[in-house]
């Protein structure tokens, strides 16, 4: 039965996707394809305990995705629906040749993360279409309520099928412009990844960043001069490095500074150097480096100190002024605040932080800097409450147990 | 497929003769790239009658059925295979016209 579960998970995780891109590109209707997914999904985990897991479950999943969209055009017999219909039940699909399921899965990543759709539609369309993320997840990482997520998605579809958004890839030049949509979408899939929401779901979901990781190499090696790309990739690259160091066997996040950075994935350090060097040398000869260029050197940094004494913080933080000046976001300053309690001690660090509660007293992070800081502050009772804050609205497993146990060993 | 493209007039008023010039420019490069389908410019809302037949009597109403610092100056209807071709020529339409635009799909058929 446990077997059954983690076939269907495992399919979901790397088939959703394929499936949902094959089927746009047959009956060229977003709205179809996702339903008929879903069905396919639903119909998995009906009959597979019972009649055993295909040998084949992406070929099972299209097929019978592709039968449900049959009937659902049926269902709604339109006449101009019939071509359609028609198309889907006798053309036979050519062998596709190896790679061009990337191109297809780009193809719905582009039609997803197109212009005419606003930046949060965007984003919402391509978890739920790429991603695969359940409507719940999709609201849960973008703190909004999932009837307005469920409509955002629906309005994004029937701009798409109105206003005849095309599938395919965009112009060659076009692409720079629709790649930065793209990558702003990549990075938040690598994030739902990187620290998994739910009670139900792995603390980390290597799939969602290992998705993200490839479809940025992809767009890496479309355009190899794109120098956010390069960023994107090499700070998904360092994070990734980290990924079995960051949670215990116990299942708790284990923070930077208790690592064994000896586990950490040196090949993929190496590769995300190399990247960010590329880049440093492009900011030496004048070109004014973006947000993930600048976060990739941030990693960069943490991962070229050995242990966490040897840390470069003057020089993480003097990449945070250049971060906030691009983007003064609350949750940069909040980021920027723990380089500067370690060079400025936790006081300094505390009042920067506190300046931020109107815009993120809802946010864990918030409250779990603040809990960290009191701890070092010997402030045991606030530190104890901002905890309880923390852990009362962390969404990742990891993390919560991480938050725990610190606030049980406060004095 | 159709689309609207809707020139937006946010207080800049009539059209300079520099910007006639290069709508004209525009027009005829739809013509010739097989886009055109119409267009035209209109005259100012306030010579606008509005005209409510629902009722049992016939209601005329000098002026624009909405009073907007907004309102729509012209137009043009073009055909496209897609909205990233809609979109492409909207922004040429909108630097010869030198107003805000806005791209709408017909309903189609």
Redesign the interface.
């Known amino acids: 039965m446990i077997d059954v579960r983690e076939a269907i998970t495992r399919a979901h995780h790397e088939e959703w996707a394929r499936v949902v891109a094959a089927l746009t590109r047959r009956c060229g209707d977003l709205d179809i394809a996702e339903e008929a997914a879903a069905e396919a999904f639903a119909t998995a985990v009906e009959r597979w305990p019972a009649d055993g897991v295909p040998p084949n479950p992406g070929g099972w999943l299209t097929i019978t995705a592709n039968r449900k969209a049959i009937d659902r055009i049926r269902r709604e017999n339109k006449r ?1 629906d019939r071509h359609r219909e028609a198309q889907m039940v006798y053309a036979d699909d050519p062998p596709e040749p190896l790679g061009a399921v990337d191109d297809d899965r780009l193809r719905l990543i582009f039609t997803c993360c ?3 759709l606003a930046m949060q539609a965007r984003v919402a369309l391509t978890l739920r279409m790429v991603g695969g993320l359940t409507v719940p997840e999709i609201a849960r990482a973008f703190l909004v309520r999932e009837t307005a997520l469920e409509q955002r998605i629906t309005r994004a579809k029937a701009k798409i099928k ?5 599938y395919r890839m ?2 060659a030049e ?1 692409l720079p412009a629709r790649v930065t949509g793209v990558l702003a979408v990549l990075y938040l899939v690598f994030n739902e990844g990187y620290l998994a929401t739910g009670p139900d779901t792995d603390p980390a979901r290597h799939d969602l960043t290992a998705e993200a990781i490839r479809l940025t190499r992809l767009i890496r090696a479309l355009l190899p001069d794109d120098g956010e790309v390069a960023g994107l990739l090499a700070l998904m690259l360092l994070t990734e490095a980290r990924r079995t160091a960051r949670v215990s066997a116990s299942g708790e996040l284990v923070t930077l500074d208790e690592q064994d950075r000896g586990a950490w994935d040196t090949a993929l350090i190496a590769e995300g150097h190399r990247l960010v060097r590329e880049r440093l040398a492009a900011a030496a000869a004048g070109v004014t480096p973006g947000r993930y260029q600048i976060l990739a050197a941030v990693n960069a940094v943490h991962t070229s100190a050995r242990d966490i004494r040897d840390t470069d913080w003057s020089q993480v933080l003097a990449l945070y002024d250049q971060l906030v000046r691009l983007d003064p976001s609350p949750i940069i300053a909040l980021n920027r605040a723990i380089a500067v309690a370690e060079l400025d001690g936790p006081e300094v660090a505390l009042a920067a932080v506190d300046r931020l509660e109107d815009n993120l007293a809802g946010y864990h992070a918030y409250h779990a800097t603040r809990a960290e800081l009191l701890r070092r502050l010997g402030r045991s009772q606030k530190s104890r409450g901002a905890y309880e804050k923390a852990i009362e609205l962390a969404g990742n497993t990891a993390e919560t147990a991480c938050l725990t146990r610190r606030r049980d060993q406060l004095g | ?1 159709q ?1 609207l493209i809707s020139v937006i007039d946010d207080g800049t008023g009539p059209a300079t003769p520099k910007e006639d010039a290069a709508i004209d420019v525009f027009n005829d490069r739809l013509q010739a790239e097989g886009h055109w389908v119409f267009a035209g410019g209109l005259a100012s809302p306030n010579s606008a009658t509005v005209i409510d037949n629902r009722g049992e009597e016939v209601l005329v109403t000098d002026g624009p059925f909405l009073e907007s610092k907004e309102y729509l100056a012209g137009f043009w209807i073009i055909e496209a ?4 071709v ?2 492409k020529l909207a922004v040429e339409g909108s630097k010869a016209c030198n107003r805000k635009i806005e ?3 017909f ?3």
């Open positions: 101009d197109h212009p005419a109105a206003a005849r958004i095309p965009p112009a076009d | 497929m689309y295979p897609d909205l990233d809609a979109l791209v709408r799909p309903l189609s058929a």
